[in-house]
C-alpha cells in the first residue's frame, strides 16, 4: 500500500479537538460534558447579520470575487479605522476564516526549510500551517510564572538565523489570554526592522481587552508598514466560526499579488458567509458592550474559581477567552482523557484542552491545560465543581502542600 506524504505524516493532531471522540462516547453514556476546550462562543451572533441571513432572496448562488465582495471590503475599512488601523479596501483579502488567511500568509512568504519564530505556548494550528508550507517553527518558550511575558530580545536573537524569514504572534493570544504591551510589540518592531523579517500578526481578539493597557496592533509600529501581514476573523469577534470568513491586510503590494493567486485557485471565499459578516458590521455598540461584559464577568468567575481549587495556578489572562492554568496532575493529556472516560460527579464531566499540544518544546506543558471561558457563569460554577471533584478523584494527582 502506498506511504502518505511526509507532511501527512508530520501534521498535528488538533490538542483542541482530538479528544472529541471520548467526549462523544461519554455523551452516549449519558454523561453532561461541559465544553471547556474549544473557543466555540456561545453568545448570539448580532441581529443585523442573522437577519441577513435570513432574508437571503438569491436565486443563483454565485462564486464571489476571490478578494471579496468590495461592498465588504470597503466596509471593513471604517471597521479598522475605530482601531487606529487606516487601510484601504486594496489592503484587504478576504479568506475562508482566519485559518485560510495563515495559511497563505505562509504560502506566499514562506519558502521549504525557511523558520519563523513563535512565542509558546501558540495556537496549535500554527504549526500546522507551517508544515503544510513546508516551514518550520522555531519557537521561543514563554512561562506560566511569568504570566506568558516575552523573554527579552535576546532569547529570539539566539534563534536567528539565515533561514529566518518572519515571526508570528497572536494579541490578545490564544491560547494564554496574554495582552502583549507597548514595550513587548517595540522589541518585536526592532527585531522585525533590524532582520528584515514579516511580521505575521493574528488579532482577532482584540474585542476582548480586560485591561486599562491600549491594544498596541501591528499595524500600529511604525516603520515596518510592508513587513506587517495581519490575520482577522469574524468568528470569535461575533460568534460566527461556521460562516468561515477571515481576513488578510497587508500593505505591501507584492505579498498581496501572491495571495491572489492562491485565491484565485480555490475560486472565492464564502458568498453567505460574506453577505452575514457585512450585515454583522452594522452590530450597534450595545452589542459589543454586552458581549465584552458577558465575558468580564465569566472571567472573574472561571479565574477565581481556579485558583480556590488546591494545587490549581492559572495567571490573569488580560485578553481573549482563554486561560492556560496548571494542575496538579502527573500528565494532563491523562487526566484530561481520564476525565472523558472514567469519571464523572453527579452525571457530568469536563473536557479541556492539554496545553502540551500548543508547545513545540517536548516536555513542555504536560502539566497545564487550556481552558476556554465560553459558558454562561452557571455552567462555569458546575464546571469548576466538577473539576474539583476530578482532580480529588485522580489516580495521577500530584501531592501539593
Not at 199 to 226: K, M, Q, W
Not at 247 to 276: D, H, W, Y
Not at 335 to 360: H, N
Request: net charge neutral; aromatic share 10%; with cysteine.
Amino acid at each position: 500500500m502506498p506511504e502518505i506524504s511526509i507532511r501527512g505524516q508530520q501534521m498535528p493532531e488538533s490538542p483542541i479537538r482530538k479528544l472529541a471522540p471520548l467526549a462523544l462516547a461519554a455523551k452516549r453514556r449519558g454523561i453532561r460534558v461541559y465544553h471547556l476546550n474549544i473557543g466555540q462562543p456561545d453568545l448570539p451572533a448580532p441581529t443585523a447579520g442573522l437577519d441577513a441571513l435570513r432574508k437571503i432572496d438569491r436565486t443563483v448562488l454565485e462564486y464571489s470575487p476571490s478578494a471579496g465582495i468590495g461592498s465588504y471590503r470597503e466596509k471593513l475599512v471604517g471597521y479598522y479605522k475605530k482601531y487606529n488601523i487606516n487601510v484601504n479596501a486594496d489592503d484587504i483579502i478576504i479568506t475562508s476564516g482566519g485559518s485560510e488567511a495563515v495559511l497563505f500568509a505562509f504560502l506566499s512568504c514562506l519558502n521549504p526549510g525557511d523558520e519563523i519564530l513563535v512565542p509558546e505556548p501558540a495556537y496549535a494550528n500554527y504549526m500546522a500551517f507551517a508544515i503544510s508550507a513546508g516551514a518550520v517553527i522555531r519557537t521561543v518558550t514563554t512561562t506560566i510564572d511569568e504570566g506568558f511575558a516575552l523573554p527579552k530580545v535576546e532569547k529570539f536573537e539566539e534563534l536567528i538565523n539565515e533561514r529566518t524569514r518572519g515571526i508570528m504572534i497572536c494579541n490578545p493570544n490564544n491560547p494564554t489570554g496574554y495582552l502583549y504591551t507597548r514595550r513587548e510589540m517595540e522589541q518585536i518592531r526592532r527585531l522585525v526592522q533590524k532582520y528584515d523579517l514579516y511580521l505575521f500578526s493574528d488579532e482577532v481578539y482584540r474585542e476582548y481587552i480586560y485591561t486599562g493597557s491600549p491594544y498596541i496592533s501591528a499595524c500600529h509600529l511604525a516603520g515596518i508598514e510592508n513587513n506587517v501581514i495581519l490575520i482577522d476573523s469574524v468568528s470569535k469577534r461575533y460568534s460566527e466560526c461556521g460562516i468561515r470568513i477571515g481576513a488578510l491586510i497587508t500593505k505591501n503590494a507584492e505579498v498581496r499579488k501572491a495571495v491572489m493567486k492562491f485565491c484565485q485557485a480555490r475560486l472565492s471565499p464564502p458568498l453567505i458567509g460574506q453577505i452575514i459578516a457585512e450585515a454583522s458590521l452594522d452590530a450597534d455598540e450595545e452589542y459589543y458592550r454586552n458581549v465584552y461584559d458577558e465575558y468580564v464577568e465569566r472571567r472573574k468567575c472561571l479565574i477565581d474559581g481556579l485558583n480556590r481549587i488546591p494545587g490549581v495556578y492559572s495567571p490573569i489572562p488580560m485578553g481573549a477567552f482563554y486561560t492556560v492554568a496548571r494542575l496538579p496532575v502527573d500528565d494532563s493529556e491523562r487526566f484530561c482523557r481520564w476525565c472523558l472516560e472514567e469519571f464523572s460527579y453527579e452525571g457530568a464531566t469536563v473536557m479541556m484542552a492539554p496545553a502540551s499540544g500548543f508547545y513545540t518544546t517536548p516536555g513542555i506543558g504536560t502539566d497545564e491545560v487550556r481552558i476556554a471561558y465560553v459558558l454562561n457563569t452557571t455552567d462555569l460554577k458546575r464546571a469548576l465543581l466538577v473539576l474539583y471533584k476530578a482532580l480529588e478523584a485522580y489516580p495521577g494527582r500530584k501531592q501539593t502542600t
